[in-house]
């Protein structure tokens, strides 16, 4: 989010953000940027948010301009909605490893359900994983960089996959990245009546989250990842992975 002309955020004083003034800015630049997309527009004020409220329990702020600031949605308690810690703890603590890959890997990408179970096992290059989006009839691509803790989880699922190809003895070998508890790729349905089914299980509350709700999870996350990660989580690849 550039504040001047070719003058991109990261490199802005932070104390600009405590200016009663930068919240017209944000707004105007919300509205200019994103018009062609409510959800993509949520997601980068939700993302905007998360960091502000770091940057203020740092010490480092003294107020997150972008509390009050109205939704684009007509519903914005539902559409602000994301996984909060302890719903996390409780899916993953007795979670199946089948669900555990796909909620982690979910959270560090914001994949859609359809991307994510049909990601091929070959998109993980050497310094990135290249995501084919259902987008534009799937010609869209997004380049997500393997940052430390996604290249944690993507050779956590390698080494399932190598441990269950001893167990077996036989080569487990599905096209896709993540699969079932039989070696095979997931369907879309098939993940996500195992994942709410689980969900509903661990979680006793009438106002459940969604796996679209991990969505802004990973669009919060991604903003944390920037900060520790400026190299290699650029401003493009946010408006890739989310736009």
């Not at 803790?149 to 050779?155: F, G, I, P, R, T």
């Not at 269950?164 to 036989?170: D, F, M, S, T």
């Not at 790729?185 to 969900?199: A, K, N």
């Amino acid at each position: 989010m550039p504040l001047k002309a070719s003058k991109p955020a990261c490199k802005a004083p932070l104390a600009v953000f405590d200016d009663r003034k930068i919240i017209q800015y944000i707004v105007t630049y919300r509205d200019t940027r994103w018009a062609h997309s409510k959800s993509a527009a949520q997601e980068a004020m939700i993302a905007l948010s998360a960091f502000l409220n770091w940057a203020k329990s740092e010490g480092r702020l003294d107020w997150n301009r972008v509390e009050g600031v109205p939704s684009v949605y007509a519903s914005p308690i539902d559409e602000a909605r994301i996984w909060e810690p302890d719903e996390r703890a409780a899916f993953l603590k007795d979670a199946a490893w089948q669900l555990d890959f796909f909620y982690r890997l979910e959270e560090l990408t914001g994949l859609r359900l359809e991307d994510a179970v049909r990601l091929p096992r070959s998109a993980r290059k050497r310094e990135h994983i290249i995501i084919p989006t259902g987008k534009s009839r799937g010609q869209n691509y997004a380049i997500v960089p393997l940052f430390p803790e996604l290249l944690v989880l993507l050779d956590e699922i390698e080494a399932k996959r190598i441990a269950l190809a001893k167990k077996w003895k036989r080569p487990l070998e599905p096209i896709s990245l993540l699969f079932n508890s039989y070696g095979l790729p997931w369907t879309p349905d098939g993940l996500s009546t195992s994942f709410y089914r689980h969900r509903d299980k661990v979680l006793k509350i009438k106002d459940k989250p969604t796996i679209h709700h991990l969505r802004k999870n990973a669009a919060t996350n991604m903003v944390i990842f920037q900060h520790k990660y400026p190299e290699l989580v650029t401003d493009k690849v946010l408006q890739d992975m989310f736009e």
